[in-house]
């Protein structure tokens, strides 16, 4: 059901993925729909929680300012962005190194 097609019965709660008819969807449905999706189309099985994980070392990658990240991804302390949700890269590492080394020329 769309938005239009729910009329009055249409939960406005500003949220991007609800139910059919705007409410929030219920965090064991979304589970087993994600994990219907990897099976079909089969990808390596992951929990939901880790896309949280992926979308925090994706920000960091495109250079998204870390505050910016953390209130992105919902956290009430910076350091459980940079922490806990943030994962290095070999890629960056090595861009890391390079300009120190553009220093010394």
Excluded: C
């Amino acid at each position: 059901m769309l938005k239009e097609e729910a009329g009055k019965n249409w939960a406005d709660t500003g949220l991007v993925f609800t139910t059919r008819s705007g409410k929030p969807i219920e965090p064991r449905n979304l589970a087993r729909s994600f994990a219907r999706l990897v099976a079909a189309h089969g990808l390596r099985p992951i929990r939901v929680h880790d896309l949280r994980h992926t979308a925090a070392s994706l920000l960091k990658k495109l250079g998204v300012a870390p505050r910016d990240a953390m209130e992105i991804l919902g956290h009430s302390r910076i350091s459980v962005t940079m922490e806990i949700y943030t994962h290095g890269d070999g890629e960056s590492r090595q861009d890391a190194i390079k300009k120190v080394n553009g220093l010394f020329e």
